[in-house]
């Protein structure tokens, strides 16, 4: 059913009564979780200050404790120049301690040889408890591993945006919805539980995936049910100001929870709230039509109408309109699933590479 013959079938229903409404504001409110996670990763991903640990344990006098971070002379940072990956040579420094000489007095310090953090690494506290850095020591040899966790993430993103339409157009848009709403908030929640790493970035991934297929569905349901007039502000004002509350809400929650694993946790809990809209949110018609469950569809549009006041047409579909809209999603559907067209695959590749540069960008 081409768009002009759907929107005149339901005019009946108005543009911005009851129902449309409440569609606008549940499904804008569904978005909020995506911009909470689509940024997690400046705080929890974030590196603080850190050097070497010197053991408490090691009996040395604190003058050489406080001499034994040298100074790193390609550090631009003049208020910060300890050395944040090496350290004087432990065993040395012990015997000039024991020996009672004094740095820089009966030792030139900078001649002592120099070694890795062996000990670990000591980090300030005072912007964060944890992070995924400090928690796994992602500093030194292994400072890469915090961007290519960010990077897996929108990894995870860039796979969500493109198999997450196709799976809509097979399951229904409320379905993927709801399923992807549950997997971000439910992998979120074991990401707190992650005893490594890889796990964490694993996990992460799925996150990424659930997060875009989410907002995708999101976006796409409400464009389906809106009426023409309302598709503008639903798309720019409505999904835009909702994801941006989600980026806004996540610094206050970062202030306030300075440990990794308890921001997750905060992040995920508006996720469970979300339930109950199940009952709230209706499968969008037109897909329905495309399926042939035309039943359903009027079933929809009729308790619409009683919402809304108004009084829908004994007939609402005509056999003949709902045939060519089967015929014409199949046609549809086989094109992008054999990707036969080269423009079509290289459209989808533009589309995906310009979503993950906004992101970033973002």
Same mark, same amino acid.
Not at 63 to 91: F, T, V
Not at 306 to 321: C, L, M, R, W
């Given at each position: 059913?081409?768009?002009?013959?759907?929107?005149?079938?339901?005019?009946?229903?108005?543009?911005?009564?009851?129902?449309?409404?409440?569609?606008?504001?549940?499904?804008?409110?569904?978005? %909020?979780?995506?911009? &909470?996670?689509?940024?997690?990763?400046?705080?929890?991903?974030?590196?603080?200050?850190?050097?070497?640990?010197?053991?408490?344990?090691?009996?040395?006098?604190?003058?050489?404790?406080?001499?034994?971070?040298?100074?790193?002379?390609?550090?631009?940072?003049?208020?910060?120049?300890?050395?944040?990956?090496?350290?004087?040579?432990?065993? %040395?420094?012990?015997?000039?301690?024991?020996?009672?000489?004094?740095?820089?007095?009966?030792?030139?310090?900078?001649?002592?040889?120099?070694?890795?953090?062996?000990?670990?690494?000591?980090?300030?506290?005072?912007?964060?408890?944890?992070? %995924?850095?400090? =928690?796994?020591?992602?500093?030194?040899?292994?400072?890469?591993?915090?961007?290519?966790?960010?990077?897996?993430?929108?990894?995870?993103?860039?796979?969500?945006?493109?198999?997450?339409?196709?799976?809509?157009?097979?399951?229904?848009?409320?379905?993927?919805?709801?399923?992807?709403?549950?997997?971000?908030?439910?992998?979120?929640?074991?990401?707190?539980?992650?005893?490594?790493?890889?796990?964490?970035?694993?996990?992460?991934?799925?996150?990424?995936?659930?997060?875009?297929?989410?907002?995708? $569905? $999101?976006?796409?349901?409400?464009? =389906?049910?809106?009426?023409?007039?309302?598709?503008?502000?639903?798309?720019?004002?409505?999904?835009?100001?909702?994801?941006?509350?989600?980026?806004?809400?996540?610094?206050?929650?970062?202030?306030?929870?300075?440990?990794?694993?308890?921001?997750?946790?905060?992040?995920?809990?508006?996720?469970? &709230?979300?339930?109950?809209?199940?009952?709230?949110?209706?499968?969008?018609?037109?897909?329905?039509?495309?399926?042939?469950?035309?039943?359903?569809?009027?079933?929809?549009?009729?308790?619409?109408?009683?919402?809304?006041?108004?009084?829908?047409?004994?007939?609402?579909?005509?056999?003949?309109?709902?045939?060519?809209?089967?015929?014409?999603?199949?046609?549809?559907?086989?094109?992008?699933?054999?990707?036969?067209?080269?423009?079509?695959?290289?459209?989808?590749?533009?589309?995906?590479?310009?979503?993950?540069?906004?992101?970033?960008?973002?």
């Amino acid at each position: 059913m081409s768009l002009p013959d759907y929107d005149d079938n339901t005019a009946f229903l108005g543009d911005w009564g009851p129902f449309q409404r409440r569609v606008f504001v549940l499904l804008c409110l569904s978005i %909020i979780p995506n911009g &909470f996670t689509g940024l997690s990763t400046v705080f929890i991903c974030d590196t603080p200050a850190h050097r070497c640990l010197i053991p408490s344990a090691l009996n040395i006098t604190d003058e050489w404790r406080n001499a034994s971070i040298p100074l790193d002379e390609n550090d631009e940072n003049k208020d910060s120049r300890l050395s944040k990956c090496s350290r004087h040579r432990m065993d %040395i420094v012990k015997n000039y301690s024991d020996r009672g000489l004094l740095p820089w007095v009966d030792v030139n310090v900078s001649a002592i040889p120099q070694e890795g953090c062996m000990d670990g690494w000591e980090y300030d506290k005072g912007t964060y408890i944890s992070t %995924i850095v400090t =928690e796994w020591d992602l500093v030194c040899s292994d400072d890469w591993r915090a961007p290519l966790t960010t990077s897996l993430f929108f990894f995870g993103v860039l796979t969500g945006s493109v198999i997450s339409g196709q799976i809509s157009d097979r399951f229904g848009r409320k379905k993927v919805l709801f399923v992807t709403m549950g997997i971000q908030t439910v992998f979120t929640v074991i990401q707190i539980f992650s005893p490594s790493w890889l796990i964490f970035c694993l996990l992460f991934f799925i996150v990424g995936m659930g997060q875009i297929s989410n907002y995708v $569905a $999101a976006f796409v349901l409400g464009m =389906e049910i809106l009426s023409s007039s309302i598709r503008d502000i639903f798309s720019t004002l409505g999904v835009c100001l909702f994801f941006s509350i989600g980026y806004m809400m996540l610094p206050l929650a970062a202030y306030f929870l300075r440990d990794w694993r308890m921001l997750l946790l905060a992040l995920t809990i508006p996720g469970f &709230f979300y339930v109950p809209l199940w009952w709230f949110i209706p499968e969008s018609p037109r897909w329905l039509l495309s399926q042939g469950r035309v039943d359903e569809a009027e079933a929809i549009l009729r308790k619409a109408a009683q919402i809304n006041g108004v009084k829908a047409p004994d007939i609402i579909f005509t056999q003949i309109q709902v045939k060519s809209t089967s015929a014409c999603a199949s046609q549809m559907t086989h094109a992008i699933l054999s990707f036969s067209y080269g423009c079509q695959r290289q459209k989808l590749l533009n589309l995906s590479y310009f979503m993950i540069l906004l992101k970033f960008q973002m």
